[in-house]
């Protein structure tokens, strides 16, 4: 007997019944096993398991299964992973198979050793968007950015109208720092699923980064009829307004984000920002030392939180803040900086570097708009020569 199982709380008591009527029927209890898993009962899925083993059956998909329950229940290790491999040594054509041991070889922190498991599921599957989903991502937390473009390349040859396929090709791009080239991918992942909330915040965040505030804002408009309670939707909103100069909106909309997500330092770093610009440096420091209790090593607080005290006139305060975001993250040399801050006598004397050729370098012509930067990025420093001075360096994480 095989049941569709699209609802597994009714199929459970309907497979549970049978399996006391035909205890002996390995099939029932197989159902009676995925109704179990589609409802969080890994107990009772080892139970399944345990009585099909006792009826002398052997077969790759109920080793994938007891893999999963194993690894729900006694966290991800060895007794998962050995499941996994006997399900791939039962079935070595289970597509299914070599993604979960692909699974757990990247939760044991194996990444480097899942890549192959993953190319196998692809290869054996081609229309398995979950293989090439999660490769994607495998390659981007190993920063193998160009690689997992390559792979984003063919995932969307193989597959063009699976919608999070662009998903993962716009974030990939936005790693390479390519927001111009993103945006497609995530407008087509929006279009092909528009139920998809992360696509519009990923769209909004591009637009944002590329300086379309008035569309990011439109987007973010938008996507909130939906969505009322989607907290970046509502942050990202607040971005927009606040760079539009709407500051009175953007106070509004950044409360309703905290209120949506108390705990979100990014959100609090963002009000910071629009507070000081609007001249409530006072209220700025407040937000600052908030996002700091949250996130103590958050060096974009560090960094604005220099540039409040600053404009407070505590300038040994500011560069203790700034020598302690660059502790943090060495990547925060003076490229990170404005005109003005480079211009601090103590600050440019304590970290300006000369380039291979010995000339000092230059200050920016043009202020960076370090204040509206959002963390995810780093900003580099002039093209051309200069850039000696200005190393680029991976991507920063948000806390």
């Known amino acids: 007997m095989q049941l569709a199982l699209s609802r597994p709380a009714e199929a459970l008591e309907t497979l549970e019944r049978a399996a006391e009527l035909e205890p002996g029927s390995a099939n029932i209890w197989w159902n009676l096993l995925r109704a179990a898993y589609g409802v969080r009962r890994y107990e009772q899925v080892l139970e399944c398991c345990e009585k099909i083993e006792r009826m002398n059956e052997d077969f790759s998909d109920l080793w994938v299964y007891k893999g999963l329950a194993i690894g729900q229940l006694r966290g991800h290790g060895d007794e998962e992973l050995a499941c996994q491999e006997r399900a791939v040594e039962l079935d070595p054509e289970s597509a299914l198979a070599w993604l979960n041991k692909a699974e757990v070889l990247d939760n044991l922190g194996r990444s480097e050793e899942a890549l192959p498991s993953y190319d196998r599921a692809a290869e054996l599957d081609p229309g398995y968007s979950t293989a090439w989903n999660n490769k994607c991502v495998v390659l981007r937390k190993l920063r193998r950015y160009d690689e997992a473009l390559r792979w984003n390349e063919r995932a969307l040859e193989a597959l063009p109208e699976v919608a999070n396929l662009w998903g993962h090709k716009g974030k990939t791009l936005v790693e390479l ?223």
Not at 288 to 301: G, I, K, N, T
Not at 335 to 350: D, I
């Open 177 to 399: 720092g390519r927001m111009a080239d993103a945006l497609p991918c995530y407008e087509r992942w929006r279009e092909l699923d528009p139920s998809a909330v992360n696509a519009w915040v990923d769209v909004s965040y591009v637009l944002g980064e590329l300086g379309c505030f008035e569309q990011q804002l439109n987007c973010c408009v938008e996507a909130l009829l939906t969505w009322p309670d989607q907290a970046t939707l509502w942050n990202n909103k607040a971005y927009a307004l606040r760079e539009t100069g709407r500051f009175d909106e953007s106070e509004e909309a950044y409360a309703r984000a905290l209120e949506l997500d108390p705990s979100d330092a990014n959100t609090v770093l963002g009000r910071a920002m629009l507070r000081r610009r609007s001249g409530r440096p006072h209220d700025a420091l407040a937000d600052l030392d908030h996002a700091l209790e949250m996130s103590p090593r958050y060096a974009w607080a560090l960094l604005e939180k220099a540039r409040v005290l600053r404009a407070l006139g505590h300038l040994e305060d500011a560069l203790l803040a700034l020598d302690k975001a660059i502790e943090i993250r060495p990547g925060f040399t003076a490229r990170l900086l404005t005109r003005k801050t480079l211009s601090w006598p103590s600050w440019a004397a304590r970290y300006s570097r000369p380039s291979e050729g010995g000339a000092e370098c230059p200050q920016w012509p043009v202020d960076r708009r370090v204040e509206s930067a959002l963390p995810g990025k780093e900003i580099t420093g002039p093209p051309g020569p200069a850039a000696a001075c200005f190393p680029v360096s991976g991507p920063l994480a948000t806390s």
